[in-house]
């Protein structure tokens, strides 16, 4: 005779339960951070991150080679009892100390990366506030779901540390650990008063950065030297911030206007910035110099990055600037001579003409700060995103998306949404 285990008596006809989802395998060495294997989605990816990748594997192979032969020189020389220890033309060079300082340090660089990590893990440990079920719910939540919506095998650690003024979020590991950490000052945007879908967009980009296996110990060691390579190190890093801002789109794709608005104007100026404006600087301004700036930055200059967030057709300018300005600027470009700039009557005039335009309640701009009421104003995103006062619309208009993935997915026959904040994903239904 069958027994019946506990509980209510299934009804006729009644659906068995499913059984319940299988538990990810912990993440390993060979099978990467995510369920999608070591290389991750490729097409999410900066189409320049995986080729400098390579030269940054190369660049460490000959390193190491360059390592091997700068120790066997020496010793072959002493086999056969000549005291020279280096060829002639490096002595000639005075490169002797810096190759013995470069035979010394290259083989230490793998224990002081993994030192250094395990120190930066403790810290974030004893020093800032754990984000969990019962502590910075809100944003907690937000890291589960961006971490379930990549892939990930294991919910990463989130900690938030006092920022002191400073605009900021990173992400690192040690071991198979990996944790986000979000300096306070840019999680107080988060709040439901505030642009929690700013937010959102940054957790979902630090995040990106665990699921691309940017932070991943052996990949850190293979491009270290990569790294001390003037513009070949900077730029890879651009790639790695282009990557990890496409998953923070494809997670929050309405927060992309809000968190450049934060990285530009603050906190508390945010509200008042027009990122149509500021993205169409990259567009309009062609100076060297700018160039220059970019080019030795580890992240992609603000204007840049504001254009590529919001031209999703394309992957973000690594190398030179961007095409397209959606409207014309009262003021000429930075890079224009001195004699194209308005004078004082002119700015005035033009500030005059501004003001008969600007909507009801769109002036002050010098903050919003919380607990005060901005009911009579202009909503936030509305001011981000609207077109610039005394702008006209140019005839350039953003090619339907998406590029490659992410949370767009328009169709062919969608209309283009210029200048708007982008549609918010689809709805899944049960």
Same mark, same amino acid.
């Given at each position: ?7 209510? /008596?299934?009804?006729?006809? /009644? ?21 999608? +294997? ?39 020389? =002493? ?23 470069? #035979?010394?340090?290259?083989?230490? *660089? ?5 030192? @250094?990590? @395990? ?24 890291? /589960? ?5 990549? +892939? ?31 300096? $306070?000052?840019?999680?107080?945007? +988060? ?12 957790? +979902? ?19 270290? *030297? ?12 651009? $790639?790695?911030?282009?990557? @990890? ?10 927060? =992309?206007?809000? *968190?450049?608005?934060?990285? $530009? #104007?603050?906190?508390?100026?945010? @509200? ?17 110099? *700018? ?72 002036? #002050? ?6 607990? =005060? ?21 140019? $005839?350039? =208009? ?33």
């Amino acid at each position: 005779m069958t027994t019946l285990p506990p509980g209510p /008596a299934p009804q006729p006809g /009644a659906q068995p339960p499913l059984p319940p989802p299988q538990r990810p395998k912990r993440p390993g060495l060979f099978n990467g951070a995510t369920t999608e +294997g070591i290389r991750g989605r490729r097409r999410i990816r900066h189409p320049w991150e995986l080729p400098l990748l390579g030269v940054g594997v190369v660049l460490a192979l000959i390193a190491y080679a360059l390592w091997a032969w700068i120790l066997a020189f020496p010793a072959r020389r =002493a086999l056969v009892n000549e005291e020279q220890m280096l060829p002639d033309w490096l002595e000639d060079l005075g490169a002797a100390d810096l190759l013995i300082q470069f #035979g010394l340090l290259l083989p230490l *660089v793998p224990l002081i990366l993994w030192i @250094a990590r @395990a120190i930066m893990y403790a810290q974030m440990r004893a020093t800032a506030v754990r984000m969990s079920p019962t502590q910075f719910p809100e944003g907690y939540r937000m890291v /589960a779901e961006a971490a379930q919506q990549f +892939g990930m095998r294991r919910v990463p650690d989130a900690y938030v540390m006092m920022g002191s003024g400073v605009l900021n979020a990173f992400a690192s590991g040690h071991g198979f650990r990996r944790f986000v950490i979000i300096h $306070s000052d840019m999680f107080e945007v +988060g709040g439901r008063t505030r642009d929690p879908e700013a937010l959102r967009f940054v957790i +979902g980009h630090e995040v990106g950065h665990l699921a691309a296996g940017h932070i991943s110990y052996f990949r850190l060691v293979i491009t270290y *030297v990569l790294g001390l390579i003037p513009i070949l190190g900077t730029a890879f890093s651009r $790639s790695q911030e282009y990557t @990890a801002d496409n998953y923070g789109y494809a997670y929050a794709p309405a927060g =992309a206007p809000g *968190v450049m608005a934060v990285l $530009s #104007g603050g906190k508390y100026l945010n @509200a008042e910035v027009n990122v149509n404006e500021l993205a169409d600087r990259a567009a309009t301004d062609p100076s060297l110099f *700018v160039h220059i700036v970019n080019w030795l930055s580890t992240h992609p200059i603000t204007t840049w990055r504001a254009h590529a967030l919001r031209d999703r057709s394309k992957p973000g300018a690594l190398w030179i600037r961007p095409g397209g300005s959606m409207f014309t600027s009262p003021l000429p470009p930075g890079h224009t001579w001195s004699s194209t700039y308005p004078t004082p009557g002119d700015a005035l005039a033009m500030l005059d003409a501004a003001d008969a335009r600007r909507p009801a309640g769109g002036g #002050g701009q010098f903050g919003r700060f919380p607990g =005060a009421d901005y009911s009579d104003r202009p909503a936030m995103r509305a001011l981000q995103t609207s077109a610039p006062l005394l702008s006209q619309r140019t $005839s350039y =208009a953003i090619p339907h998306g998406p590029y490659r993935e992410d949370a767009r997915r328009l169709r062919p026959s969608a209309r283009p949404n210029p200048g708007g904040p982008p549609p918010a994903p689809p709805q899944q239904h049960p």
